[in-house]
Every structure is written in structure tokens, then in C-alpha cells.
């Protein structure tokens, strides 16, 4: 089955600086990898996804890219703010309607 | 549209008891999974359905079983609760179009203590 690697495991930024969150994936047949951002208490909720047929992907603040090649992809977070701090989980699907996870981030944002 | 819900929040069971989680989505959405959440483990599916009346096992899914009576209910048992299965459980939904996965809505999950 599809095997995904998540790094780092937490990652401390200053207010405004830049995160870069980094994921590794076995299953070449993998054709979308969303990202999720879990706050405390909370559901995971999806931020951003891409899909195996284009290589970045941006909405404001939040970007994703995709190395089909290297099987892997990152999440790129700029001019982060104190509610950006939250667990952020990568995920990989092979269209079998299953996703498979990563550990998660634990991202703190310091003001 | 309250999306996806859970039903209990939290729970205290003692060993051997047992108990349904319960969860509801009004997206009608054909695809519906549990799965549990342990600290550095992030998620890891225990059991989903791909329609009414159908179930599979994903990758954790001893002590636990599931049903799909009704489309927008999905339903995870636990027979005989132990300590192991203290957890957050999280229950999500998602369709598909034209082959494609679409994106899985969470609930807000249940966490579950057992003593």
C-alpha cells in the first residue's frame, strides 16, 4: 500500500516568515495529494490540493508543488500569521477513494 | 448544510464494555470512512463504504466493525472496548466524479477513553 513520509514533525516561524512542509510518497500510481490543517479540538479541514496533471498550485498565502518524478510534494505557507499555527497533514490517493496520511506538522507561528 | 456530524463528542468506556459512534452527513455523498487519530500516528483508516449497504476494511480494523443501513449514516462498533482503542476517532464523506476523488469532509470527532 501507499506509504507517506511527513518532515519535519514540528516547525517553530516568526510571524511573517515563510513554512515549507515536505512529503514523500511509495505509490507511483498516486494521483492526488490534498493538504489538511487540523486545529486543536477540531476536524481536519483541506486548504489546498493538487492533482498529478500540473506541478504547483497556489490560492493566496498557500502553495502546493508536485515532483511526480522524485514522488514528492510540499506545502509552502508565506507571510504566515499567528492563526496559521495548527497540525497540517499531507495525504496521497491512487483513486481507490482511500487516502493515505502523513504524521502531520505541528506548525507554531511566534509573534 | 451541517456537513459532517459525530455522535458523542467525548466517551468513557471501561474494558469489555462496548458502543456505537455514530456518524451523519447531509452532503449525500457515496463514500463514507472512519478512522482514529494517535499522537504521531496521524490518521489511519479503520474501516469505509463506497455506497449504501457495503463496507471494507481499511488499514487497523481489528476490535472494531461498521455498518451502512441508511446512505448518509455510518456506523463503527467497538464489541469489547480495551485500552488500546483510546483514541480520537474521526469520521469523514466524499464523492466521486467522473472516476476522480474528490475531497473528504471531516467531522469534528469523538474522543474516546478506555479504562
Known amino acids: 500500500g501507499e506509504n507517506v513520509e511527513q518532515h519535519p514533525s514540528t516547525l517553530s516561524v516568526q510571524e511573517g516568515d515563510s513554512a515549507v512542509i515536505k512529503c514523500t510518497y511509495s505509490?507511483?500510481?498516486?494521483?492526488?495529494f490534498p493538504w489538511y490543517k487540523q486545529e486543536l479540538g477540531k476536524g481536519p479541514q483541506l486548504i489546498i490540493d493538487?492533482?498529478?496533471?500540473?506541478g504547483e498550485k497556489k490560492d493566496q498565502r498557500i502553495a502546493v508543488t508536485l515532483n511526480k518524478t522524485a514522488k514528492h510534494f510540499s506545502l509552502h505557507i508565506t507571510e504566515t500569521q499567528p492563526e496559521d499555527s495548527a497540525v497540517y497533514f499531507c495525504?496521497?490517493?491512487?483513486?481507490?477513494?482511500?487516502?493515505?496520511f502523513g504524521a502531520g506538522t505541528t506548525v507554531t507561528v511566534r509573534a | 448544510n451541517a456537513g459532517v456530524t459525530q455522535t458523542p463528542k467525548f466517551q468513557v468506556l471501561k474494558t469489555g464494555q462496548s458502543m456505537t459512534l455514530l456518524c451523519a452527513q447531509d452532503?449525500?455523498?457515496?463514500?463514507m470512512y472512519w478512522y482514529r487519530q494517535d499522537p504521531g500516528m496521524g490518521l489511519r483508516l479503520i474501516h469505509y463504504?463506497?455506497?449504501?449497504?457495503?463496507?471494507a476494511k481499511g488499514e487497523v480494523p481489528d476490535g472494531y466493525n461498521v455498518s451502512r443501513l441508511k446512505k448518509q449514516n455510518f456506523l463503527l462498533g467497538l464489541e469489547s472496548a480495551a485500552p488500546s482503542q483510546t483514541s480520537v476517532y474521526f469520521c469523514?464523506?466524499?464523492?466521486?466524479?467522473?472516476?476522480?476523488?474528490?475531497?473528504?469532509?471531516f467531522g469534528p470527532g469523538t474522543r474516546l477513553l478506555v479504562l
Open positions: 469523514a464523506s466524499s464523492d466521486i466524479a467522473g472516476g476522480r476523488v474528490e475531497t473528504q469532509y
Open positions: 505509490d507511483s500510481a498516486s494521483n492526488y
Open positions: 493538487i492533482r498529478s496533471n500540473v
Open positions: 495525504a496521497a490517493s491512487s483513486n481507490d477513494y482511500k487516502l493515505s
Open positions: 452532503m449525500n455523498h457515496e463514500y
Open positions: 463504504s463506497v455506497g449504501e449497504g457495503t463496507t
